[in-house]
């Protein structure tokens, strides 16, 4: 008798196990942010515009550009789970030029630390 409710035991929590697993929600994926820096030429420029819009507005209000004071080039801090990936959201012709950098939103305290822990 004990051994039969050890092993309806057994089975019960392994097929309690086995649905959570199945059931379990997919960890989320990390965003980081990333300081973008994108260059074109004015020839270039209306293409790229052409693309971004492709992306929609909520995505083109995130660049700032230079293109009105002579600089063709297009700033933005965007998000996204790489580097690659951010790379991936920009026009074609930007991708391979594009300046990407990790950046971290950080309170004086926290920048204070960490130059001590530097030097």
Not at 5 to 20: D, H, Y
Not at 85 to 92: N, W
């Amino acid at each position: 008798m004990k051994t039969l409710k050890l092993i309806i035991a057994i089975v019960l929590i392994c097929s309690v196990s086995s649905i959570m697993a199945q059931t379990a929600k997919p960890a989320a994926t990390k965003m980081n942010y990333y300081f973008v820096m994108a260059t074109h030429t004015p020839e270039q420029c209306a293409n790229n515009l052409t693309e971004l819009k492709d992306k929609g507005d909520a995505f083109v209000s995130k660049f700032y550009f230079g293109c009105h004071h002579g600089d063709h080039t297009c700033y933005a801090i965007l998000q996204g789970t790489s580097e690659e990936a951010v790379r991936k959201s920009l026009p074609k012709v930007e991708q391979d030029v594009a300046k990407i950098m990790p950046v971290d939103k950080m309170t004086v305290a926290e920048l204070q630390k960490m130059h001590k822990v530097m030097k």
